[in-house]
Nanobody, 126 residues
Framework: QVQLVESGGGLVQAGGSLGLSCAAS????????MGWFRQAPGKEREFVAA????????YYKDSVKGRSAISRENAKNTVYLQMNSLKPEDTAVYYC???????????????????WGQGTQVTVSS
């Protein structure tokens, strides 16, 4: 099993920045990729960004491209999401996810992932 723990959420003004961290522990050697998803009240969980563990290839939701960056530190088994120019529509619970088996082969789909963190709240005030 893999345990994921997010941190870094909080309240920020529109236009501000926030950095999220996700630390993985356990059988981390099995991970193919890690990603970030978010879920706002009344909406489905949606993809934000992902990064392949070995190659470091990145994938982003269109609405966050250019103002967000996902990165990793393999030695620490940690993935980061730096978010800039935050907007009220970015308000959501952000979840870290780990892909342990490349079951579908599509990092944009939540069902691809096998491990999930507890979530961290990001609130962007207007």
């Amino acid at each position: 099993q893999v345990q994921l723990v997010e941190s870094g959420g909080g309240l920020v003004q529109a236009g501000g920045s926030l950095g999220l961290s996700c630390a993985a522990s356990g059988r981390t050697s099995s991970l193919y990729a890690m990603g970030w998803f978010r879920q706002a009240p009344g909406k489905e969980r949606e993809f934000v960004a992902a990064i392949s563990w070995s190659g470091g290839n990145t994938y982003y939701k269109d609405s966050v491209k250019g103002r967000s960056a996902i990165s990793r530190e393999n030695a620490k088994n940690t993935v980061y999401l730096q978010m800039n120019s935050l907007k009220p529509e970015d308000t959501a619970v952000y979840y870290c996810a780990g892909d342990g088996d490349l079951s579908i082969g599509n990092y944009y789909y939540s069902a691809e992932y096998d491990y999930w963190g507890q979530g961290t709240q990001v609130t962007v005030s207007s």
